[in-house]
């Protein structure tokens, strides 16, 4: 997926005043992902080089917009994208208020009680084992997963259905308006 595949969650934020900013993190030059071995070792150098053009571009827009606040940054990322956000997530950087990933599937979702996330999941694909939280986990971090009957991975994007689409925006937007969303799904 490109990083402009992603209009509908673009949309609805923008609708709510949040900034929204779509990163390109594969450019011609890199080299293709791995597809093979351990995932989290061979991946590892293509999230952090994407955690590095976050860290630029929050630093970079933050003084380009004053006006908006970038010590309260939200992460979304789906599948590659997901596992990007939840490396830097999972680092000491404290402007880094919320994830929300749609069906990342290798990097393990940052155990932190200062982050609250939330994993959207497809039906289609498995997460790797230890990458999504415990229920236990979720509880005590004030984080959820929520898991969406017959969502496939590569729908979660503007090219899948529109019931879909809308199932999306509305867990994440509830997620961001409402503190407590995670505890009524515990």
Not at 17 to 27: F, G, K, R, S, T
Not at 165 to 178: A, D, M, P, S, Y
Request: proline letters at 4%.
């Amino acid at each position: 997926m490109q990083h402009t595949d992603y209009s509908f969650i673009a949309n609805a934020l923008n609708k709510k005043d949040y900034l929204v900013i779509a990163v390109a993190h594969e450019l011609p030059e890199d080299p293709p992902l791995s597809r093979t071995g351990n995932l989290l070792d061979t991946r590892m150098e293509n999230w952090q080089r994407g955690a590095q053009t976050l860290i630029f571009l929050r630093n970079y827009f933050a003084k380009q917009m004053p006006n908006y606040d970038f010590n309260d940054v939200t992460l979304v990322g789906h599948s590659n994208g997901g596992d990007i956000s939840a490396l830097l997530a999972d680092t000491e950087y404290s402007w880094i208020k919320h994830l929300i990933t749609l069906d990342h599937r290798r990097y393990p979702l940052p155990r932190s009680h200062n982050l609250k996330s939330l994993s959207l999941r497809a039906t289609d694909y498995p997460a790797d084992p230890g990458v999504l939280l415990t229920r236990s986990e979720r509880k005590s971090l004030g984080s959820c997963s929520i898991t969406i009957e017959d969502a496939k991975h590569n729908d979660m994007s503007d090219y899948g259905e529109d019931w879909l689409k809308k199932r999306i925006v509305k867990e994440l937007l509830g997620f961001l308006q409402n503190e407590r969303f995670c505890e009524s799904l515990h």
